[in-house]
């Protein structure tokens, strides 16, 4: 019978860093759901602001789904470079999170590709709503509003 009880270091490890994966995993959602809504408000916000042009685009004869297209593009161009310089950053960064992650590489393709993927589905869940809303304005009142 051995004097003191042998455990693997492993085992008085591991719940530190399971607790330290759930918190950024937590953080990481937080943070997704604020771009979300920032993403959605910066949107709004430039598509009210350009109600009168988009009023005039109407007035000559665009398409509804025209003008759907014109803010979705603009909402997922941004957010494809925000992307980009983001994925730039992480990578430039990611030697000094390794030491804090449990069970992947910090520079781990599937991980950067799902990431990205993610907020360019909610920049277009972000850009939709609002050009709908500008699709369907009527352009006389739009005219008129400003």
Do not use: C, W
Request: proline share 7%; charged share 15%; hydrophobic share 55%.
């Amino acid at each position: 019978m051995p004097f003191i009880p042998v455990k693997p270091y492993e085992s008085l490890i591991a719940p530190e860093k399971r607790s330290g994966a759930i918190m950024f995993t937590a953080f990481g959602l937080l943070s997704l759901i604020m771009a979300a809504i920032g993403v959605y408000g910066v949107l709004s916000f430039g598509v009210t602001q350009r109600t009168p042009e988009l009023g005039i685009r109407a007035a000559l004869g665009a398409l509804p789904a025209n003008v759907l297209r014109l803010i979705v593009s603009a909402g997922l161009g941004t957010a494809a470079l925000g992307v980009a310089v983001g994925s730039i950053a992480a990578l430039l960064l990611s030697g000094r999170i390794e030491p804090l992650l449990f069970e992947t590489a910090a520079r781990d393709p599937v991980a950067f590709a799902v990431a990205g993927g993610v907020l360019l589905a909610i920049a277009l869940t972000a850009s939709v709503i609002p050009a709908a809303r500008a699709a369907r304005t009527d352009p006389l009142r739009a005219l008129r509003t400003h």
